[in-house]
């Protein structure tokens, strides 16, 4: 198993250009999660999905979009690319079911994402 | 919001040495995991630990849900387990894990 993989790796974007980053994982977990992890700091939650065809927004997400059209990928826009979001990017996934408490976090490798 | 604060925040051993890490909740927290960053930046699964003790080789972990605080225990150091450590819980409705800022580890051979 691959686990969560993440396409690009890197990424450098001009003001204003838009991109898309994808995620995928095939552990066939319910819930998937973008993060961004900024210098000196811990992750922050973007967007959240708890299943295909939901989303939610997080604790930043002002400046992203988000889809889920199918279970195993989970894709991450940038509408208008600000140097703001210069920041390395993480996607996750966890089993989350009702029938259980289990809810371990695996992540993909990170974006690198630069904006000038 | 749920607070998570790590110590220390700096940690230089040299190799072979033995550490504690500590990660404290201000409030109840389920799911806590440990990860380490290794300084590719990657995330690594180390601990999926709500409550307990685990041991991995020279890694452990235990968790005390109660008194809101969990250890991670490094023995016998070695220059590879440089890197950054964090904890995390699920303190939200949405399952997201809320990260301490992380304790920065340096081991000198």
């Known amino acids: 198993n691959a686990g969560v993989t993440q396409t690009p790796k890197f990424q450098v974007l001009k003001t204003g250009q838009s991109m898309t980053l994808q995620c995928a994982q095939d552990m066939n977990h319910n819930s998937m999660y973008w993060y961004r992890q900024d210098p000196g700091m811990g992750l922050r939650l973007i967007y959240y999905?708890?299943?295909?065809?939901?989303?939610d927004k997080g604790e930043v997400p002002d400046g992203y979009n988000v889809s889920r059209l199918k279970k195993q990928n989970f894709l991450l826009g940038l509408e208008s690319a600000a140097p703001s979001q210069t920041s390395v990017y993480f996607c996750?996934?966890?089993?989350?079911?009702?029938?259980?408490?289990?809810?371990?976090?695996?992540f993909g490798p990170g974006t690198r994402l630069t904006v000038l | 919001g749920i607070q998570v604060e790590q110590s220390p925040p700096d940690l230089i051993l040299q190799e072979g040495a033995n550490s504690t890490l500590r990660c404290n909740f201000s409030d109840s927290v389920n799911n806590l995991q440990w990860f380490h960053q290794n300084p590719w930046g990657q995330l690594i699964n180390l601990f999926y630990?709500?409550?307990g003790t685990k041991q991995n080789g020279r890694l452990s972990a235990t968790t005390v849900a109660t008194e809101r605080y969990s250890l991670l225990y490094i023995s016998s150091s070695q220059t590879t387990d440089s890197g950054v450590y964090f904890c995390?819980?699920?303190?939200?409705?949405?399952?997201?894990?809320?990260f301490g800022k992380g304790t920065k580890l340096s081991v000198k051979p």
């Open positions: 995390a819980g699920r303190g939200g409705s949405q399952g997201n894990l809320i």
């Open positions: 996750a996934s966890s089993p989350r079911t009702r029938l259980s408490s289990y809810n371990e976090q695996f």
């Open positions: 630990i709500p409550s």
């Open positions: 999905s708890a299943s295909e065809g939901t989303t």
